[in-house]
């Protein structure tokens, strides 16, 4: 049986804890799904991480920034431009 789905809650806080360890750590959503998330959940779906950024975006805790054409998400940084 496969461990229960988390929550787009859960997943947020997974987020910022992986912030508030690593606080330079910047990645897509995939990566961050593979890379940050996937230790402590296994497999999260990737619209479920898109979910939980959202959500973090809108209560100014990551900012979102192109890069080489792809979405790239970060701690938000207040005074540099997010």
Known sequence: MSPARPTP??????????????????????????????????????DLVQEALHELERRGVVSRHELAGQVVYRRFRKGRGG
Not at 24 to 45: C, H, K, N, S
């Open 9 to 46: 809650g859960e997943v947020a806080d997974g987020i910022e804890s992986y912030l508030a360890q690593h606080p330079r750590a910047a990645d897509t959503a995939a990566g961050i799904q593979r890379w940050w998330l996937a230790p402590r959940f296994g497999e999260v779906p990737v």
